[in-house]
Each structure stands twice: as C-alpha cells, then as structure tokens.
C-alpha cells in the first residue's frame, strides 16, 4: 500500500468525501460527514488512524508492532498504523474497510438511506 492507492481505495467507498480540516497535512477520510481515516500528508512516516473493535483494536497491537493505539485520537476505538511493508496490504485495506463499516454502522437511519441512495 501506498498513500495514492490508500487514496483510491477510500474513494471506491459509497458516501466518501476527502477533506483537509485540520489544515494541508492531514488527509481525513468521511463517510456521510463522519471521520473514518485520517493519514498525514507532512510527508513523515506513513501511517494511517483507523477506527477499531476496542477488542479487535487491542488484539491487533499484540499481534503487530507498528500497529499502535491512535495517535491524537481516543484510544479505546483507534489504532495507528505505521505502514512500511511489515503488515500485508490486504491485511490493511481490510482494517480501512472495517473503519469505514464501523462509521456507517453508527449512522442515523436517515443518514444510511441517503447512502443507500448514492450506492444506485
């Protein structure tokens, strides 16, 4: 994975828009208005902040080292994920699809049937 093919698998999701709220480093991922990922763009290591299972968030940082709880966001429910080729990609467009899942799946029901709608 790279960032332009993270870039192209978020915008292959229903609903995605791409936003740089916190200024022109960091690249943030929403589904429906609501954050899902969030990458840096200062040009550092590259990682990713996903949403998480608290349970799935703390087997995965037993399991890989550079799987770590997410950086400036609540720990309970992110992970950081520093990627540099030591976890494998599918692995990782994996846990993107489980964020963006997660996200939708605490939508309003308003909120799922104009995703619902986008998806036609």
Same mark, same amino acid.
């Given at each position: 994975?790279? +960032? /332009?093919?993270?870039? =192209?698998?978020?915008?292959?999701? #229903?609903? @995605? ?36 299972? +608290? /349970?799935?968030?703390? =087997?995965?940082?037993?399991?890989? #080292?550079? @799987? ?53």
């Amino acid at each position: 994975m790279n +960032p /332009e093919s993270l870039r =192209d698998y978020c915008l292959t999701l #229903p609903g @995605v828009t791409e936003e740089l709220p916190f200024g022109p480093d960091t690249l943030v991922f929403k589904v429906m208005g609501k954050v899902f990922l969030l990458t840096p763009l200062d040009g550092g290591h590259f990682t990713m902040n996903v949403k998480c299972d +608290p /349970e799935k968030a703390e =087997d995965l940082r037993a399991r890989y #080292p550079d @799987v770590r709880p997410g950086f400036h966001m609540n720990k309970k429910h992110w992970n950081t994920v520093y990627i540099n080729g030591s976890i494998p990609g599918d692995s990782l467009f994996e846990w993107v699809k489980d964020s963006y899942d997660l996200v939708v799946k605490s939508l309003t029901k308003a909120q799922k049937q104009e995703l619902e709608e986008l998806k036609k």
